[in-house]
C-alpha cells in the first residue's frame, strides 16, 4: 500500500505538469495546490483535513498520509518531486536548455533520486553507501528516459541534450528535430557519449541490488537490467533515437531475468 500511495501521488502530479493543454500558468497553480494539500496531508489533523470539501485530491493524500504516518516517510522528498514537475512545466514554457550533464543531474535529484530514497527507506536501508547507490540508479533511469524519448519529447517542445555535448560534435538540437542527414554521424555520437555516460552510472550504482532485502531486491535487479538492455537496443539501432523510441518487448524478458540471476 505505501508503495502504491507513493506511485499514484508522484504519477499524478507527473500529470498536471504533462497531460492535457492547460497553459504552464495553470500547471503551475495546479502544482502549489498539490503542494499545500501535500502539506496537510504531513500533519497530525491531516485525516480530517483532507475530507474537507475544498480537497481536490482526497484519494491521493489520504493514502499518501497514512502511508507517510505509519513509515516515516521522508518528507523532503515527496516535496522534491514536485519541484521537479513544477521545473519541468517552467523549462518547457521557456525553451530551456540544459547547459551540460551536471545540470541535468540536479534535475534528477530531484525528479527520480527521492523515488529510490523513499522506497529504500520502506525496507529499511538508509545507510551513506546504498543512498548513493539508489542516487546512481535512479539517475541512470532517468537519463535513460532522456535518451530512449528523444524522438517524443522534441516534438513537445521538451529538450534534455545538453549543450555541452552538442558543442563537442557541432551539432544543433535544431539539427535532431530535422533529422539532418548531414549531421547524422556527429548525432549519433551525441547520444552515444550521453548513452555510455548512463551505463557507467548503472553499473556504480548495480551492487545496492545485494542490499535490498527479498522480492524487492529481485525486482531492483529486473529494473537495473531492464535500463542496461534499453541503452543495447539504442546501440543496435546506432544511437538514431531521435528517429525511433526504443522499448522492451516480450522477448526481452528472458534475457532479463538471466543476467538478474547473475547479478
Given at each position: 500500500?505505501?508503495?502504491?500511495?507513493?506511485?499514484?501521488?508522484?504519477?499524478?502530479a507527473?500529470?498536471?505538469a504533462?497531460?492535457?493543454?492547460?497553459?504552464?500558468?495553470?500547471?503551475l497553480?495546479?502544482?502549489?495546490?498539490?503542494?499545500?494539500?501535500?502539506?496537510?496531508?504531513?500533519?497530525?489533523?491531516?485525516r480530517?483535513?483532507?475530507?474537507?470539501?475544498?480537497?481536490?485530491?482526497?484519494?491521493?493524500?489520504?493514502?499518501?498520509?497514512?502511508?507517510?504516518?505509519?513509515?516515516?516517510?521522508?518528507?523532503?522528498?515527496?516535496?522534491?518531486?514536485?519541484?521537479?514537475?513544477?521545473?519541468?512545466?517552467?523549462?518547457?514554457?521557456?525553451?530551456?536548455?540544459?547547459?551540460?550533464?551536471?545540470?541535468?543531474?540536479?534535475?534528477?535529484?530531484?525528479?527520480?533520486?527521492?523515488?529510490?530514497?523513499?522506497?529504500?527507506?520502506?525496507?529499511?536501508?538508509?545507510?551513506?553507501?546504498?543512498?548513493?547507490?539508489?542516487?546512481?540508479?535512479?539517475?541512470?533511469?532517468?537519463?535513460?528516459?532522456?535518451?530512449?524519448?528523444?524522438?517524443?519529447?522534441?516534438?513537445?517542445?521538451?529538450?534534455?541534450?545538453?549543450?555541452?555535448?552538442?558543442?563537442?560534435?557541432?551539432?544543433?538540437?535544431?539539427?535532431?528535430?530535422?533529422d539532418?542527414?548531414?549531421?547524422?554521424?556527429?548525432?549519433?555520437?551525441?547520444?552515444?557519449?550521453?548513452?555510455?555516460?548512463?551505463?557507467?552510472?548503472?553499473?556504480?550504482?548495480?551492487?545496492?541490488?545485494?542490499?535490498?532485502?527479498?522480492?524487492?531486491?529481485?525486482?531492483?535487479?529486473?529494473?537495473?537490467?531492464?535500463?542496461?538492455?534499453?541503452?543495447?537496443?539504442?546501440?543496435?539501432?546506432?544511437?538514431?533515437?531521435?528517429?525511433?523510441?526504443?522499448?522492451?518487448?516480450?522477448?526481452?524478458?528472458?534475457?532479463?531475468?538471466?543476467?538478474?540471476?547473475?547479478?
Amino acid at each position: 500500500p505505501a508503495v502504491a500511495a507513493i506511485y499514484h501521488f508522484a504519477r499524478t502530479a507527473d500529470d498536471i505538469a504533462d497531460e492535457g493543454d492547460a497553459p504552464a500558468a495553470q500547471r503551475l497553480a495546479d502544482l502549489a495546490a498539490y503542494r499545500a494539500e501535500l502539506h496537510r496531508c504531513l500533519q497530525p489533523t491531516s485525516r480530517s483535513t483532507l475530507e474537507m470539501p475544498e480537497a481536490r485530491w482526497p484519494g491521493i493524500f489520504l493514502a499518501l498520509g497514512k502511508a507517510a504516518r505509519r513509515h516515516a516517510l521522508p518528507a523532503q522528498c515527496l516535496h522534491d518531486l514536485i519541484s521537479a514537475f513544477e521545473q519541468d512545466v517552467r523549462h518547457t514554457a521557456s525553451g530551456h536548455r540544459y547547459a551540460d550533464t551536471a545540470e541535468l543531474l540536479a534535475y534528477c535529484r530531484l525528479s527520480a533520486n527521492p523515488v529510490g530514497r523513499l522506497l529504500l527507506h520502506l525496507y529499511g536501508v538508509r545507510d551513506a553507501a546504498s543512498l548513493r547507490q539508489s542516487d546512481q540508479i535512479c539517475s541512470a533511469l532517468q537519463l535513460i528516459n532522456f535518451w530512449q524519448d528523444i524522438s517524443v519529447d522534441l516534438p513537445r517542445g521538451r529538450c534534455y541534450l545538453p549543450a555541452d555535448a552538442l558543442r563537442r560534435q557541432d551539432v544543433a538540437v535544431g539539427d535532431f528535430a530535422s533529422d539532418n542527414g548531414a549531421k547524422e554521424a556527429a548525432m549519433q555520437a551525441v547520444v552515444a557519449e550521453l548513452c555510455a555516460d548512463a551505463r557507467e552510472r548503472m553499473q556504480q550504482g548495480a551492487p545496492l541490488v545485494h542490499r535490498v532485502p527479498g522480492r524487492a531486491g529481485w525486482e531492483l535487479r529486473l529494473v537495473v537490467q531492464g535500463g542496461l538492455r534499453i541503452l543495447d537496443g539504442i546501440a543496435a539501432r546506432h544511437h538514431r533515437s531521435w528517429q525511433t523510441r526504443v522499448t522492451l518487448r516480450k522477448g526481452d524478458l528472458p534475457r532479463l531475468a538471466w543476467r538478474a540471476l547473475w547479478m
